[in-house]
């Protein structure tokens, strides 16, 4: 199957402070990416779309001047946290789609390993 | 307001069948997925449902009938490493996955 990176698998940083995870698509082109986030125990919930040379779409809720997002070609994506807070310490999981999904195909999501960002 | 229910947690026993339930009310349908995740994991894609019936894939097993808004995934000859959370996800009609908060799996020797 596909495969999606995230960079960093684990980040530790200061209050105040903006911190970047990556996410790259290593074996196929992702016209859309998601990001997520997930609380301990929650499940996933979708933050924002990011389509390729366009500007995200963010869900309800979350801010898109604190969640700075940048999918600048069709294999990485970007997520920025910035000036981070400790109740923004989360998992953050990305997921590249094919073509097909958001078509309604059968493609599934796949998601990249997550990233656990710890704020102090 | 679009919904989707799991019960929170199950136990079983290794070896045995285990069913978990999944209902759902959302803005229109387009196809139903069984993820699996283990503790500190990013989701793993197990199932894919879009017509009426069963799926079947190994050990794992995926039903769905749309008339009643309900999907069940069929976890057969349960081994310990099945132990994780199972999150149900519909797509609605425009095409955006509306996530279950998960059942945790707990199996037991």
């Known amino acids: 199957g596909a495969v999606v990176s995230q960079h960093p698998s684990w980040v530790i940083c200061k209050s105040g402070t903006s911190v970047k995870i990556e996410c790259r698509s290593l074996?196929?082109?992702?016209?859309?990416m998601f990001w997520y986030r997930q609380f301990p125990k929650q499940s996933l919930m979708l933050m924002a779309t990011?389509?390729?040379?366009?500007?995200?779409?963010?869900e309800q809720g979350v801010e898109k001047d604190k969640f700075l997002i940048n999918h600048a070609s069709l294999t990485l994506s970007t997520l920025t946290v910035t000036s981070a807070h400790p109740e923004d310490s989360s998992f953050y999981i990305c997921?590249?789609?094919?073509?097909?999904?958001?078509?309604?195909?059968?493609?599934?999501?796949?998601f990249g390993p997550g990233t656990r960002l710890t704020v102090l | 307001g679009q919904n989707i229910d799991q019960p929170t947690e199950m136990t079983a026993t290794e070896g045995a069948i285990v069913q978990i339930n999944c209902t759902y009310q959302?803005?229109?349908?387009?196809?139903l997925f069984w993820y699996q995740q283990h503790a500190g994991e990013a989701p793993t894609f197990l199932s894919y449902?879009?017509l009426d019936g069963l799926e079947e894939k190994g050990r794992f097993s995926s039903f769905l009938s749309r008339s009643k808004g309900y999907s069940y995934l069929l976890l057969k000859e349960l081994q310990m490493k099945d132990s994780a959370s199972y999150l149900c996800?519909?797509?609605?009609?425009?095409?955006?996955?509306?996530w279950g908060a998960g059942t945790k799996l707990i199996i037991k020797p």
């Open positions: 997921s590249a789609a094919l073509p097909g999904f958001s078509a309604g195909g059968r493609d599934e999501q796949f």
């Open positions: 074996d196929f082109q992702a016209t859309t």
């Open positions: 990011s389509n390729e040379g366009s500007k995200a779409t963010y």
């Open positions: 959302t803005s229109g349908f387009n196809g």
């Open positions: 449902n879009v």
């Open positions: 996800a519909v797509r609605d009609s425009n095409y955006q996955l509306i």
